[in-house]
Structure formats: structure tokens, C-alpha cells
């Protein structure tokens, strides 16, 4: 909707958006009671799991950790998607951006305290001493008919939600911008301060590389197109598909209906030249850098629909193939009560599955939202050595799950502003793992029910109790949220709430290896998870694969041939430990969806 001049310009609750953690804060601060205004730069306002068209997601996979906003949507784009959300190798679910941002504009719009502002630039930003007073914004294309420049918007609250935190610098907020040395904070995976200053490989890539996504169409009665590997891309794309060959690249990112997701890293789209143009402030710079970006996107879909020969086209998503937005995959960091490190992320020692959760001083679980990426950088060149985070778990790798405290979300020095998307205080090597869309929504989750709690309180963030807004989180009647990490206890658990406070209570009821340790009770025995379209019933032998998987070769009335032989794996706690107790071939009928793309079948439940 577009802002209408009647409208009061002194909502209580203000977001700057543009990243899905943007909208996640906007929407649970109206769902919290607060008057909230929410501003985009783009028609879109799902960030980078629509407008940015990242739409097969990174973490949070396993079903501990689909809770809050980011379970809420992914059942919801289950609910929406047709074929479902089995499609691709990158990850458990791909859906289409037009899915994802059809949802999330019914939320929002279902909100009578949320409005929410399309097509705004920031242009100034009013301190009065430690809080931001006002901000103004350009409403409409600029240098448009429709071109509306607002007065000064006067909220209680900010919140940045966007990726590069493009609020920081015209409030003056204190915020990080690039490389920490390993003197900093002694983090394993980041450089040297003789190398940071030494090399230039430093100044040349001041934050990790970003990608421009466009999406093409494949025509899948033209595949496989084996015959074609490894094709003869043309520079600088000419490495693009020497490692998985040409329909491996491109199913990679493969969505509902054969619409391809871009955001390949191996001689793709990443780009990795000129990145301090979207720093500077200066707009014309940030145009050419933009346009760049998108000109070398078009041009890898040109190759790769080159190499095709007909059986791929550009994907029509936005509409047309090109993102409305770049992916930023990191940008300016907050200065906040409490800096996320990598070794906050790690696995407590040898062989342990879950980092340790962060504490106030006196003891007290300070978590406010759950990740388990294992982390992950994109820079020109091999990648980059990162100490290892991942775990076998269901049949596949996975990553340990860490717990981000509230104070990484809290401005150090402004006292009503809070972040709510990658802009969050964490360190540059740290990002690699925090930088997610499913953290992020719940990142986003927390910072919105944080504000409106303030609101209620009639406090500050800094001096908002941390148990307030984890009961809060906890309880949420729409999308409830798991802020400490259980393994054994998915979204669903009858018992999940009271665990989830109990912990809170008392830490020691979460085992070192992130299990519930107080006994379970006869009530809830024999759990099972809910129902889900497009499962279905499979049936065969189930073995070991010798690697620390499995694989079902099929027989009987299945919906594949039989003789079939499928890797299977779990994202469900039950069922791994029922895995983990096979010892040899073992005749089963199981729930499962089939992924062809991955290939594998992504098990849910026995059936009998």
C-alpha cells in the first residue's frame, strides 16, 4: 500500500527493511501490540527468501530447529506449493520467491497495527543524545512522477532489518565493517593481522562475495543432458560446471515447476569486484555496482542456456528473471551488548554436538534464537579454511546448533535501536554461520516481539529482561519459538514448551550432547510427527551404505519402480535414533517425500 499523507508519522515501532528479518520484526511487533510502520526499498518485502530470490534455504533444517517465523513459513509454503518443496540438492525445500512473497504480504496485511511503506530510500536519520529522535525517507522511484518526499517519521523504537545495516552510519550508530584479526578475538578460522594489513587480497574483498540471482526455466522433457557435460562455457564462466557437470549445476537450485535459482559459486554468479561501492554512501557509486552485478548474472544465464541448447530460457519469478535485490550475504555489523564469535558456534570439544550456550554473568541462559548452519564463506578463489562445525545426523550432514543471545541484538550505544537481520553483532567469521534466511527470520522474530515488549514495559531493550522475551517467544500463539537448542524435541513435541522453559530454569536438563536429560513420561510416548502433503508410503530394504547413511532399495506397491535404490534420510528425531540402532538389511514400510533432484527420500516416520 502506498503511504497516504493523513497517516501519523509516530508509530511506535519503525523498521527499515529489505531483508527477510525486516518483515519477520515488523510483523511480530504489530502481532505484539505495537504500532509499526515498515519500510522497503523494492515493490517486495520478503527479502532474500523472495525479492532476492534465494528460495532454496541454508539451515535450520532439521525439525529442532523449524520453529518461530521460519516454521511457521516453511508449512505454509508446503500448505501453498503444488509439487511441494523436494526439488533440489542445495537444500531440504525449494519454493518459488512469488510463494513466499504472496504469504508473507498476507500476514502483513492481515495486521490492522502494521503498515508498510514500498519503494523508500533512506535520506537522514535525527539523533537526541543516546536515541535515534527521526528519520525521513523518499517514497516512490526517484526522480518520479510519484515521488513523495516524507517529513520526519518520530518513532520510539527502530529496528534495522535490513542486510547491509543501512541504517548504522546515518544514525551513528557504532557498527563493524569487514575482517577481524585472529588477535582480536582468537577465532581459529580468521586471519592474521600481518596478513590483514599484508595482503591485498584483503582490501580487494572487504566483506563476502554477493550474488545477483536470476532464474531460468528448464524444459524438462529435454534432460538429462549428460551428453553435454562438461560444457564449453565461455570466460569467466568457464569452470562453472567442471565439478558436477551440467544438470547437477543447474538442479542445484531447482524450484516447483523447473525454475532454476542462479546463486552458483563455483565460477558463477558470485560477484567479487568494486564491493566498497555499496559502503561509501555515495548512491551513483551503488547504481554502477548493481548494474554490474546484474549485467555478469545475465550474462552466466546466457552461457549456461548456450550450453543447453534449448533446455534452458529465462525463468519469468519477479516478474522476469532477475531479483529485484542483490543477496548480500554480509554488510555492516552492529556494535551490540554482546559479539557473536566463531568459537561461539563450535562444538563444545571432540566429538560433542552442540555449542554452548551464552550466559549472563550471573549464569543465566541469555538465548533468544536457534541456528545450526555449519558456516560457510564465498570469496574469489578456493575456499576458505573454516574450522569444522558438522555432524552426521539422519543420513546426511548437519551442522551443531548454537544459541544467539539477545545482546547481539541490542545497539551498544543507542538506546532504541535494535538489529534484526545479518546486521546483527557478530564478527566477520562468525557471519558465515549467522547469515541464513531461517536464523534470520527468527533473528527478525526476536527483535519485533523485543520492541513491542519495551513498548509494554516502558523500558529500553537494553533493560528489557531477557526472561520476558523468552516466555514471550516461547508462547507465541502463531508461530512459537525454541530458543535453546534440544535435539531430541522437533517443533511439534507435545512437551516442547515446558522443555523449553525448564532449561531456562535449569540448564543442566540439556545433556552435553543437547538431548532432553529429565525423563520423557509414559504421556507422550510413541510421538509421531504430523501428516504432511505429498508423502507417501514406501516400502523395501533398508541398509547401511557403509558411509553413515542409509539407502531403501524398493519393492512392492511403492510410488517409484521397484528395484529402485534411494539414499534416505531424516530430519526428524525419532526416526535417526531408530536409524542409529540398524545394524544390518532390515525389511521396513516407511513415510516419506522423494526428492529425484537430490537424489534421496527425505523419511518422516515408520509406518508401522
Not at 543516546?130 to 516512490?140: K, L, M, N
Not at 532477475?322 to 562444538?347: I, K, N
Request: hydrophobic letters at 40%; charged letters at 20%; glycine letters at 10%.
Amino acid at each position: 500500500m502506498q503511504p497516504d499523507p493523513s497517516d501519523g508519522l509516530t508509530p511506535q515501532v519503525l523498521v527499515w527493511g529489505g531483508g527477510s528479518g525486516g518483515v519477520a520484526a515488523a510483523l511480530q511487533a504489530a502481532r505484539s501490540g505495537a504500532d509499526t510502520l515498515l519500510l522497503t526499498p523494492t515493490s517486495w518485502l520478503g527479502g532474500m527468501l523472495s525479492a532476492a530470490g534465494v528460495c532454496a534455504p541454508d539451515g535450520n533444517e532439521l525439525t529442532p530447529w523449524q520453529s518461530g517465523l521460519w516454521g511457521a513459513l516453511l508449512r505454509a509454503l508446503e500448505q501453498r506449493e503444488p509439487s511441494g518443496l523436494d526439488h533440489n540438492w542445495v537444500s531440504c525445500f525449494g519454493f518459488r520467491p512469488q510463494t513466499a512473497e504472496s504469504v508473507l504480504q498476507e500476514w502483513v496485511a492481515a495486521e490492522p497495527r502494521l503498515r508498510w511503506w514500498p519503494g523508500c530510500r533512506l535520506l537522514e536519520v535525527q539523533r537526541r543524545g543516546d536515541r535515534i529522535s527521526a528519520v525521513r525517507v523518499q517514497v516512490g522511484p526517484e526522480g518520479g512522477a510519484n515521488q513523495d518526499e516524507r517529513p520526519w517519521i518520530q518513532p520510539q523504537l527502530v529496528i534495522d532489518g535490513s542486510d547491509r545495516g543501512d541504517l548504522f552510519p546515518l544514525a551513528e550508530a557504532p557498527f563493524r565493517l569487514g575482517w577481524d584479526a585472529a588477535e582480536d578475538h582468537g577465532e581459529p578460522s580468521a586471519p592474521s593481522r600481518e596478513r590483514l594489513t599484508g595482503d591485498p587480497f584483503f582490501r580487494h574483498q572487504p566483506v563476502q562475495s554477493p550474488t545477483w540471482v536470476v532464474m531460468g526455466q528448464l524444459d524438462q522433457e529435454r534432460l538429462p543432458l549428460a551428453a553435454a557435460e562438461p560444457p564449453a562455457l565461455a570466460e569467466p564462466f568457464a569452470q562453472a560446471c567442471a565439478r558436477f557437470g551440467l544438470e547437477r549445476t543447474l538442479t542445484y537450485g531447482r524450484l516447483p515447476g523447473g525454475l532454476l535459482m542462479l546463486n552458483w559459486p563455483l565460477g558463477g554468479n558470485d560477484w567479487h569486484d568494486g564491493l566498497e561501492r555499496a559502503f561509501t554512501g555515495d548512491r551513483a557509486q551503488d547504481n554502477e555496482l548493481e548494474r554490474a552485478m546484474q549485467a555478469h548474472s545475465l550474462a552466466f544465464l546466457a552461457a549456461l542456456e548456450q550450453a543447453c541448447e534449448g533446455a534452458l530460457v529465462a525463468g519469468d519469478a519477479f516478474p522476469g528473471a532477475v531479483a529485484l535485490m542483490p543477496y548480500w550475504r554480509e554488510g555492516r555489523r552492529l556494535v551490540g551488548r554482546d559479539l557473536v564469535l566463531e568459537q561461539h558456534l563450535l562444538p563444545q570439544g571432540e566429538g560433542a554436538s552442540i555449542a554452548a550456550l551464552p550466559l549472563d554473568p550471573g549464569g543465566a541462559i541469555t538465548a533468544i534464537a536457534v541456528g545450526n548452519y555449519a558456516n560457510d564463506h564465498h570469496y574469489p578463489g578456493g575456499d576458505w579454511p573454516l574450522a569444522p562445525k558438522s555432524c552426521r545426523w539422519g543420513g546426511r550432514w548437519s551442522g551443531t546448533p548454537f544459541a544467539l543471545p539477545y545482546g547481539a541484538l541490542v545497539s551498544a550505544t543507542v538506546s532504541n535501536l535494535l538489529a534484526a537481520d545479518k546486521c546483527l553483532s557478530v564478527s566477520h567469521m562468525a557471519n558465515g554461520a549467522t547469515r541464513l534466511q531461517p536464523l534470520v527470520l527468527n533473528i527478525g522474530q526476536a527483535a519485533g516481539l523485543a520492541a513491542a515488549l519495551c513498548l509494554r514495559h516502558g523500558c529500553t531493550p537494553a533493560e528489557l529482561p531477557v526472561r520476558t522475551l523468552q516466555e514471550a517467544l516461547i508462547d507465541d500463539h502463531l508461530a512459537p519459538a525454541t530458543p535453546v537448542p534440544l535435539w531430541d524435541t522437533p517443533w511439534h513435541h507435545p512437551q516442547r514448551r515446558q522443555r523449553q522453559k525448564q532449561v531456562l530454569d535449569d540448564p543442566s536438563l540439556l545433556s552435553a550432547t543437547g538431548t532432553w536429560s529429565a525423563p520423557a513420561g509414559p504421556a507422550h510416548a510413541g510421538h509421531q510427527p504430523p501428516a504432511s502433503p505429498h508423502e507417501r508410503l514406501w516400502q523395501g530394504e533398508l541398509r547401511l551404505d557403509g558411509q553413515g547413511g542409509y539407502r531403501l532399495r524398493v519393492s512392492g506397491p511403492t510410488p517409484a519402480q521397484p528395484g529402485r535404490d534411494w539414499p534416505l534420510i531424516t530430519l526428524e528425531p525419532d526416526l535417526h535414533q531408530w536409524l542409529l540402532q540398524l545394524a544390518g538389511p532390515r525389511s521396513v514400510r516407511l513415510i516419506a517425500h522423494a526428492n529425484p533432484w537430490g537424489p534421496w527420500l527425505r523419511a518422516s516416520r515408520l509406518a508401522d
